[in-house]
């Protein structure tokens, strides 16, 4: 069987399992289903070029390489419900929203929370974000207030992503040479961090 190619997206979580736990009707919140960010692998790095290039991690050439996931969990318990990727690590989070499917898949309504990175105006009633920093002005008191409000609950998807790290086949450097493979390592790790929160739950947002 021909390999697929690495930039193809696999979907084998629960997406729908997103509106099996209460959702917000009203306020900041509301329809926000999921915390959405990019999780990333650390890598060897790759003999062929093109691919080696696309891989580094951060802004200057050689620091680093991995590859990227966007991943989405649960506003309410933390639940993974989103896997996308691998994606090589250049490709900013961003782009793998609008082009990746996640966007395209949402519900007439349904919002997803995230980082400043997602901060787009073709985008924006689809996400919820913080605030930038005017150019040359400060944010008021009210946009900090929120900011941090939202950075709060949002730390929810840094705690799963720490769960999920504990397994050394993506916390550590990954050293397979298939992406294939890579992703569906990254998915049984998915699986199983979900199994272990339904064991050892994270706190769970029940002010929706």
């Known amino acids: 069987m021909q390999e697929k190619p690495y930039y193809l997206i696999s979907l084998q979580i629960h997406f729908d399992s997103r509106f099996e736990v209460p959702v917000a009707p009203e306020g900041i919140w509301k329809n926000v289903t999921m915390f959405v960010d990019g999780s990333i692998v650390y890598a060897q790095r790759a003999k062929d070029r093109v691919k080696r290039c696309a891989s580094v991690v951060g802004k200057n050439k050689g620091q680093d390489f991995g590859w990227n996931f966007e991943v989405g969990v649960r506003r309410y318990d933390g639940q993974i419900v989103w896997v996308n990727g691998p994606y090589p690590a250049r490709r900013g989070d961003l782009i793998l929203f609008r082009s990746g499917g996640l966007a395209d898949r949402l519900k007439p309504g349904e919002r997803v929370s995230a980082d400043k990175g997602y901060i787009s105006a ?19 008191q009210r946009a900090k207030e929120s900011n941090s409000r939202l950075d709060y609950q949002r730390a929810m998807v840094e705690h799963v992503f720490g769960r ?45």
């Not at 073709?122 to 008021?140: D, S, Y």
């Not at 790790?189 to 979900?194: D, G, P, R, S, V």
């Open 164 to 208: 999920m790290k504990r397994y050394s086949c993506i916390g550590s450097r990954w050293r397979g040479k298939s992406l294939v493979v890579l992703r569906r390592v990254f998915l049984i790790c998915a699986h199983l961090t979900n199994f272990a929160m339904t064991l050892e739950p994270i706190h769970k947002n029940h002010n929706i």
């Open 122 to 140: 073709k985008i924006q009633h689809l996400v919820l974000a913080p605030k930038k920093k005017p150019r040359g002005r400060e944010l008021n």
